[in-house]
Nanobody, 121 residues
Framework: QVQLVESGGGLVQAGGSLRLSCAAS???????MGWFRHAPGKEREFVASISWSGSVTQYADFVKGRFTISRDNAKNTVYLQMSILKPEDTAVYYCARSLVWSRVAPEYDYWGQGTQVTVSS
């Protein structure tokens, strides 16, 4: 059984930073991991993903240069460092696991419960 638990969300002012963590139990070290977000009134959207080795990453255009995804397989943890946060980054952020290299949510099979990020202007 795989469990993903996100943490690190909170309230931050525009321009500030947060680091999200996704602690995994079960089989995740050989899987690609991704972060998605879901804002009220919007569809869930891809944010970033990282390969199982950590050597390859990809980002949504709207976070390039501001967010960094990383992982520590020894700790079974994936991180999302978020900087220069904007009010439009306000959303629930989810981590998820995938066998394939993808930006598409249905190709991720296990999801965490999410952590709320709120950016005030």
């Amino acid at each position: 059984q795989v469990q993903l638990v996100e943490s690190g969300g909170g309230l931050v002012q525009a321009g500030g930073s947060l680091r999200l963590s996704c602690a995994a139990s079960g089989r995740t070290n050989m899987y690609n991991m991704g972060w998605f977000r879901h804002a009220p009134g919007k569809e869930r959207e891809f944010v970033a993903s990282i390969s199982w080795s950590g050597s390859v990453t990809q980002y949504a255009d709207f976070v390039k240069g501001r967010f960094t995804i990383s992982r520590d397989n020894a700790k079974n943890t994936v991180y999302l460092q978020m900087s220069i946060l904007k009010p439009e980054d306000t959303a629930v952020y989810y981590c998820a696991r995938s066998l394939v290299w993808s930006r598409v949510a249905p190709e991720y099979d296990y999801w965490g419960q999410g952590t709320q990020v709120t950016v005030s202007s």
